[in-house]
């Protein structure tokens, strides 16, 4: 019994020994190197360049001069200040962001980048030369910029790149469910999102395209895609191509299409514009199309559920800018255009160089798939088509030489294609 005794006392006296030890102090600088009071000591009379920043309790961590704090040694990273991380290459040396306080960390980006950032819930992470990369953050937003669930994201001072979003909200934009983004604030590019919001404005079924976003939207397709658009109005429309397509937010929205088509789908037909240049299409919130300015070559394609009634207009190479206008209603009114689609009084009017297509029929059935001139205008000259029956059976066409100067052939027809059985 005597000797446990003994040996219990022996123990006790080197361990008070070890955790009772004298300070020991650098002789020339009088501040302690080592067995610091750490608990409630002055932190200004301790050499941190020697002392053992890892006996530092946790919530006095703060209290080490953010120029001589070591990272990368104390216990807990998360208490860490946000000055301890700015100060020089501090934040370097730490990768493991999981375990460093947010506001802390967001403190930190914001000095080394200029920017306004802040940053949830993220993992191992990196400060480049003028951003940072994180391998995944629950949010990081940067200036009016923000992502939510980003993995594998790079800032590098002017341009975002991340692999996968959950959403992407800028003060123009938001997109949802996002992969391979490369850009920053309102001008990027998404290998593929769901959908885009900017305003009243709506893009769905992105893939492989760029956006420029302000006051209009600007979409650039590097392969060929079908984007669903629901402008200002609530009209859907489908833009389809390889090429741009702008448009403004605006009631009643202009669209730019550049080498691609934009298809209006209405209740029993559809209306299409076929770009090989560019096209101007003014809409109504009501009618759809309005009127087209169609920069050679270009076509303006009906679809109806009835084929009888489906017919095209061409604007070919050889023209000259085109505008062509859609009367859907005796109330509408249009004084400036070079052709008119009289939907409501069954006419058509072409002037200067313009083309006529339509399906042949016989016995009041369609004898082909395939489109058949109508007419062909080769000079500027006054057509007009008047029909009987919803513009499938015509009635006369009406010539016009408008210049007295054109010679030769100036327009060819095809009357014949259209007939039916008496």
Known sequence: MKKIVFLVFILIFIFSAVVYSDPEFDPLTDKCIANCDYQKGDYSKIDWDKADQSQVPINRIKDIPAEKVDVTKVKDPYSLTKDQLAYNDNLNKFKQWEKLNDESLGYALTEKTGKSVSIKNPTTGEVTQRGFSVANADFIKIDETSINNCISCFYDGKMLKFQHADSFITGKSASTNINNFEGYADSFKMEKADSLLSGCIRVDNIKDSEFRVGNKIEITTKSNVNLKITDCSYNEFEFKGKGRITIDKNENPAYTVENGTLTKKENGYNETIDSN??????????????????????????????????????????????????????????????????????????????????????????????????????????????????????????????????EGILSTTYPSNYYREL
Not at 371 to 395: C, P, W
Request: charged content about 25%; glycine content about 4%; aromatic content about 14%.
């Open 277 to 406: 240049n560019s096209a101007i299409i003014e809409t109504d919130k009501t009618f759809g199309f309005k009127c087209i300015t169609i920069t050679p070559a270009g076509s303006y394609f009906y679809n109806d559920d009835d084929l009888r009634k489906d017919f095209i207009i061409n604007v070919p190479k050889e023209s000259s800018v085109y505008r062509l206008c859609l009367k859907k209603s005796i109330a509408q009114q249009f004084n400036d255009y070079d052709g008119i689609v009289d939907f409501a009084n069954k006419k058509i009017e072409l002037n200067k160089i313009a083309n006529y297509l339509k399906y042949p029929l016989k016995n009041n059935k369609i004898s082909s798939l395939l489109s058949n001139f109508v007419y062909k205008g080769l000079k500027n000259l006054n057509a007009v088509f008047s029909y009987d029956n919803d513009l499938i059976f015509l009635n006369d066409i009406s010539l016009n030489n408008k210049s007295a100067v054109e």
